[in-house]
Nanobody
Framework: QVQLIESGGGFVQAGGSLRLSCAAS????????MGWFRQAPGKEREFVAA????????YYADSVKGRFTISRDNAKNRVYLQMNSLKPEDTAVYYC?????????????????WGQGTQVTVSS
């Protein structure tokens, strides 16, 4: 059973950058599709980005396209989310998630392993 632990969240001013990291342990990371989701207070969890096993295929939510970049390092069992040009509306708890399948998915229910989340707060 893969376990996921996020890090890198924090407080940043609008226009700033953060890099989230998700460390995986206990499984074969290189065969797991990885995704990032976020949940703001009072809102449903929403898709942010996802990446295939090899990193060759990525998907982004329209709201973050051009500002966020998802990447992975299978040798280090890590997936990253580089967040640039942050906006107050990006404020949320960010979760990394894993899916043992070949197809990259963009809906939360298709992921079976979740981290505990890391808070990102963007001030205006």
């Amino acid at each position: 059973q893969v376990q996921l632990i996020e890090s890198g969240g924090g407080f940043v001013q609008a226009g700033g950058s953060l890099r989230l990291s998700c460390a995986a342990s206990g499984g074969t990371f290189s065969t797991i599709v990885m995704g990032w989701f976020r949940q703001a207070p009072g809102k449903e969890r929403e898709f942010v980005a996802a990446i295939s096993w090899t990193g060759g295929t990525t998907y982004y939510a329209d709201s973050v396209k051009g500002r966020f970049t998802i990447s992975r390092d299978n040798a280090k069992n890590r997936v990253y989310l580089q967040m640039n040009s942050l906006k107050p509306e990006d404020t949320a708890v960010y979760y990394c998630a894993g899916r043992r399948a070949t197809r990259v998915a963009t809906t939360a229910h298709e992921y079976d392993t979740w981290g505990q989340g890391t808070q990102v707060t963007v001030s205006s």
